[in-house]
């Protein structure tokens, strides 16, 4: 099973600063087969980004992902309101398809 | 609309078996995979169980190591729904369970997400 470790576990920032998560994995993740997902409390998960850095439908172009084989970033270039919330990282090129334990980006 | 819509959750007593729905509409269901996601109060994500579309080893199943040999994963294309056995249940598995559209057929990120059905035991 492949663990994937988030860092760091809470951020308090302001609106209008750059952020990067990390998400880093105990053995590599084929053909960089990871997802970032938002999460707003009360809400479903969204997905933002797949393949480490494509994004999803409809993802504004703050949000960036980079990275391969054991470690991944999430950049959001500039924090809007609405990007206050948890972010998970997953990875899916195997079974179990694991999600990292969260990094919460909250208001400074 | 693309929309994912789960039921079935509810209140059992430890031992106990629940069988959740969740029904799909507006995407052909059978091509893609789809999961089921869990989250209990307070905590993360946890990736339940998977199974595949037509195009990738149509109907295979994958499973958490948390649930494996408790839990069954199955879908019925021509009704549009997926399903989850969920049997010899624990007090750890009371959760928020959320089923998942896949991007591809059998994975690729999950882009649809229904809104979740609480399972209490």
């Known amino acids: 099973e492949i663990v994937l470790t988030q860092s760091p576990g809470t951020l308090s920032l302001s609106p209008g600063e750059r952020v990067t998560l990390s998400c880093r994995a105990s053995?590599?993740?084929?053909?960089?087969?990871l997802a970032w997902y938002q999460q707003k409390p009360g809400q479903a998960p969204r997905l933002l980004l797949y393949?480490?850095?494509s994004r999803a439908t409809g993802i504004p172009d703050r949000f960036t992902g980079s990275g391969s084989g054991t470690d991944f970033t999430l950049t959001i270039s500039r924090l809007e309101p609405e990007d206050f919330a948890v972010y998970y990282c997953?990875?899916?090129?195997?079974?179990?398809?694991?999600f990292g334990p969260g990094t919460k980006v909250d208001i400074k | 609309e693309v929309q994912l819509s789960e039921s079935g959750g509810g209140l059992v007593q430890p031992g106990g078996s629940l069988r959740l729905s969740c029904a799909a509409s507006?995407?052909?269901?059978?091509?893609?995979?789809m999961s089921w996601v869990r989250q209990a109060p307070g905590k993360g994500l946890e990736w339940v169980s998977g199974?595949?579309?037509?195009?990738?080893?149509?109907?295979?199943?994958y499973y958490g190591e948390s649930v494996k040999g408790r839990f069954t994963i199955s879908r019925d294309n021509s009704k549009n729904t997926l399903y989850l056995q969920m049997n010899s249940l624990r007090a750890e598995d009371t959760a928020v369970y959320y089923c998942?559209?896949?991007?591809?057929?059998?994975?690729?990120?999950?882009?649809?997400w229904g809104q979740g059905t609480t399972v209490t035991v």
């Open positions: 053995q590599s993740v084929s053909s960089s087969y």
């Open positions: 199974i595949s579309g037509s195009g990738g080893s149509s109907g295979s199943t």
């Open positions: 998942a559209k896949e991007r591809g057929s059998i994975r690729g990120g999950m882009d649809v």
């Open positions: 507006g995407f052909t269901f059978s091509s893609y995979g």
């Open positions: 997953q990875h899916y090129g195997s079974s179990p398809r694991t």
């Open positions: 393949g480490a850095s």
